[in-house]
């Protein structure tokens, strides 16, 4: 199992990606909104989406758990 972090804190834009899914290592899953710049999380890992911890519109902290994989 591996958890995708908020690298700084910031607001949700877009989230890419749905329970289920099937992504690899480095897919583009949340963009985030931080400093006035879209700045794009990325998987940890390949796998499944198992569960996601954000919406958009939602205000995140640095190092918020946004989503889960497995």
């Known amino acids: ?3 995708v972090t908020a690298p700084m804190g ?3 834009i877009e989230v890419k990606v749905q329970v289920g ?3 690899h290592e480095n897919d583009e899953v949340i963009i985030l909104e931080a400093m ?3 700045l794009p999380i990325v998987a940890t890992a390949s ?3 198992k569960e996601i ?3 958009k519109g939602d205000a995140v ?3 918020a758990v946004l989503l ?3």
């Open 53 to 55: 911890k954000c919406k």
């Open 21 to 23: 899914d099937t992504v």
């Open 1 to 3: 199992m591996s958890e």
């Open 61 to 63: 902290e640095a190092e």
């Open 10 to 12: 910031g607001k949700i």
């Open 68 to 70: 889960v994989l497995e």
């Open 36 to 38: 006035k710049m879209e």
């Open 47 to 49: 796998g499944t989406v």
